[in-house]
Every structure is written in C-alpha cells, then in structure tokens.
C-alpha cells in the first residue's frame, strides 16, 4: 500500500529534463563587403527574437529560439545573422498554467546562452567585431507577452455593434 502512494507521488512530482541542445538552422550575409570594412564602424544593432513550441510526444516538447540580428552601419546593411537554437525538453507533472511558462520563459533561458554563443561565432568569421548579446529577461517576457493576450483576449469577446 505505501509503495503504491510512493509511485503515485512520484508519478505527480514535476519532472523536467533537457534530452538535446541543437543549431537548428544558421545564416549569415554581408550583403554590402567589403566596401562595409572601409567605413568607420559605428553600428546600430537590432535585435529580433521568437519562440516556437512543439509536442513531439507525450511530455517531449521542442523549443525553438529564434534570433534575427542586424546590423546597419552608415545606413548600410553590414550584416545579419539568423540562427535557430533548439532543444528537446521532457517536461512532466506541471499544471498547464506552469507547463506553458516552462515551455515559454524556462526552456528559451536555456538556450539563450548556446544561441547568443553561436551568434557571436558567425559575426566573428564574418570579420566583424564581437557581438556581445546582453541577458534576455525570459521571465518578464512571457508576463508581458500574457498580459498583452489578456487584454486583447476581452476585445475579442466584446460583443459587435
């Protein structure tokens, strides 16, 4: 009988578990070289980023993080690097409000440091100085991006006149 209780805790215990950690997909352009490198180099940077979620399988999930950065100097394109960093995540046992923000804030926290590390690698053989991403606030993210679906989740409910 206890050992019964104990499997049925253990069953509920949440569970998570990093199975793999990929590139998915890279690219990198210097659309205006080499006429870029005899320019002063005085960049504006942006910085895009995205998340994707998959099930592939009962408590697998795949989380994709997207990063677009660009970098424009003198108005000119100097480069962008595009990367998809990827992991397979068990996640088990979490109620669906925790699942979603492991899936959405956790699991991108984890991969944020291979992908920023990747991205650095493809500026840097492009010849362009190091690019040193700044932590991404994962967790404030996924508030924000919930509270703007909260707010326009009443607007759709909003009966038309």
């Given at each position: 009988?206890?050992?019964?209780?104990?499997?049925?805790?253990?069953?509920?215990?949440?569970?998570?578990?990093?199975?793999?950690?990929?590139?998915?997909?890279?690219?990198?352009?210097?659309?205006?070289?080499?006429?870029?490198?005899?320019?002063?180099?005085?960049?504006?940077?942006?910085?895009?980023?995205?998340?994707?979620?998959?099930?592939l399988d009962e408590n697998v999930f795949e989380?994709?993080?997207?990063?677009?950065?660009?970098?424009?100097?003198?108005?000119?394109?100097?480069?962008?690097?595009?990367?998809?960093?990827?992991?397979?995540?068990?996640?088990?046992?979490?109620?669906?409000?925790?699942?979603?923000?492991?899936?959405?804030?956790?699991?991108?926290?984890?991969?944020?440091?291979?992908?920023?590390?990747?991205?650095?690698?493809?500026?840097?053989?492009?010849?362009?100085?190091?690019?040193?991403?700044?932590?991404?606030?994962?967790?404030?993210?996924?508030?924000?991006?919930?509270?703007?679906?909260?707010?326009q989740a009443p607007a759709a409910d909003a009966?038309?006149?």
């Amino acid at each position: 009988m206890a050992e019964n209780e104990q499997n049925t805790q253990e069953q509920q215990a949440p569970q998570f578990a990093i199975q793999r950690v990929y590139l998915k997909d890279a690219s990198f352009e210097a659309p205006n070289s080499p006429q870029v490198f005899t320019k002063q180099w005085q960049p504006e940077i942006n910085l895009d980023m995205n998340t994707a979620t998959s099930s592939l399988d009962e408590n697998v999930f795949e989380v994709v993080l997207t990063l677009t950065v660009t970098a424009k100097n003198d108005g000119d394109t100097a480069f962008l690097a595009e990367l998809q960093q990827a992991g397979i995540f068990t996640v088990s046992g979490l109620a669906e409000a925790e699942l979603h923000h492991t899936l959405g804030a956790f699991c991108p926290s984890i991969l944020f440091p291979y992908a920023r590390e990747a991205i650095d690698n493809l500026v840097n053989k492009g010849s362009f100085p190091a690019l040193m991403l700044s932590p991404v606030n994962f967790d404030a993210l996924y508030a924000q991006q919930m509270q703007k679906q909260a707010e326009q989740a009443p607007a759709a409910d909003a009966p038309q006149h």
